[in-house]
C-alpha cells in the first residue's frame, strides 16, 4: 500500500478503437504541458495503456492507482457513461469529493469529447474543457491545421490540471474505489413528421 500518492492524475476514458491514436497523442501532449504547468517537475499520468504490466490484476491495478492518483481527467461521451469501468472510476472521484465537502472546486478536471446533451445530470451540472471541436479518428489530424490550433486548448487545459493537482488533499491510502454500474442508454424518441 503507497504512503503517498503515486499519480498527480488518473486518466479515465471509453476504450475504442477508432479514437486510441487520438487518445494517446492527448495523453502525451498533457505530460508535456503539465510538467511544464508544474513547474519542471515531471508530471505522472495514469494511463492504463502504459501503466498496466503484463502479469498484473488489472482490475486491482485501476483500483489501486485510482486511489494513489491526487486528481481524475476523464474523456466524457454518451458511451463514458455506458462503461461499467468508466463509471466506476468516475464515481469514485465523486465519492472522494464528496467525503472531503467539495462543493465547488472538485478534483475531476473532464472533457467533452462528443454530445454533452446526453450527460447524466451529475456531469452536465460542472463545467468541462470543451475538445469535441478537435477530435478526430484518423491519426493524419495530428499533421493538420486543427491540430495546431488544439494545442494551445491542450496547454491551457493542462494549466486547469496543474491548478486541481495542486490542491489536491493529503494522501489517504482508504480513498474510495466505488464499483457502480453503467448508466442505461437513453431513451431516444423518434420525432413524428
Known sequence: MPEDYEYDVFFSYRREKLIEDWIVQVVQRLELWLTQELGGRPATIFFDRDSVDVGDRWPDK???????????VCIWSPSYFQSRWCVSEWRSFLERER???LDTHGLIAPVKFHDGEYFPP????????DFSLYTAT???????QRAVEFDPILKGFAQSVAAVVRRAPPFRPDWPAVEAEPLPPPAVALRRL
Open 138 to 144: 484518423v491519426r493524419a489530424f495530428w499533421d493538420s
Open 122 to 129: 451529475e456531469a452536465a451540472s460542472v463545467q468541462w474543457a
Open 62 to 72: 485501476l483500483r489501486e492507482a485510482l486511489r494513489a492518483s491526487r486528481c481524475m
Open 99 to 101: 467525503s472531503l465537502g
